[in-house]
């Protein structure tokens, strides 16, 4: 005779021991950690509406609310970069844009916003889209474009991220620098300069874009 086994309640939300511990699991700067809600209680909704509930975008992290880090430059960026897709789109309607708000469930308890995302219409029969403040799949190209308060670790963690809920290609973008590191996996990339060339494959076949002329259009700005 067959057992039934009853189900299961949800796992207790992770709770730190330490400040310590809580930001190394974080990987981020104190000054980015919210308190509110408490640790371990925040929720999907607190994340997806919390520009409007919190006065800050924020990413969810295992129960707690973590500032998305992102000035007007980095904005600017993403904004214009955004504007060379769709003119790719134009000749090639294979998918569509999402900006720094466009957040993602990367994982159980995990709400990224990429400060930029292209997403194929494959991944959407009939191009119908689901309800709800979040996409339950992740950017087929996703881009981050570095602050000055964004870690390595915590790059690392969302590259991870990322690629596990599948993610193709992903662009680390490091303004001060002018230059950006392209992974196909979240291990290894390839490191495009100033006057280096990006290029759409696999997700964009076709697409080219010099580093130079997107950083020109958003104006120069001196290293602090």
Not at 114 to 137: N, R, V
């Amino acid at each position: 005779m067959a057992t039934i086994t009853p189900p299961q309640p949800p796992a207790p939300p992770w709770i730190p021991a330490t400040v310590a511990e809580l930001l190394e699991h974080l990987g981020v700067p104190p000054g980015r950690v919210r308190l509110h809600p408490p640790i371990g209680t925040a929720t999907e909704r607190d994340a997806t509406e919390s520009k409007h509930l919190h006065g800050a975008l924020c990413e969810l992290v295992d129960g707690t609310l973590v500032e998305k880090a992102m000035g007007y430059y980095e904005s600017s960026l993403a904004m214009i970069l955004g504007g060379f897709w769709h003119m790719y789109l134009r000749e090639n309607p294979i998918g569509f844009v999402v900006g720094e708000s466009g957040s993602v469930r990367t994982g159980p308890g995990r709400i990224r916003m990429p400060d930029a995302g292209f997403y194929l219409w494959e991944q959407f029969p009939g191009k119908i889209l689901p309800p709800g403040g979040s996409l339950g799949i992740a950017p087929d190209l996703a881009v981050e474009i570095l602050s000055p308060s964004n870690t390595a670790s915590e790059m690392e963690l969302k590259r991870r991220e990322y690629f596990a809920s599948g993610t193709r290609l992903y662009w680390e973008v490091f303004p001060d620098l002018r230059q950006v590191h392209v992974y196909q996996n979240p291990e290894e990339f390839g490191l495009v300069r100033e006057d280096g060339i990006l290029t759409g494959d696999p997700v964009l076949p076709g697409f080219r874009l010099s580093v130079g002329e997107w950083f020109g259009c958003a104006g120069n700005r001196p290293v602090a």
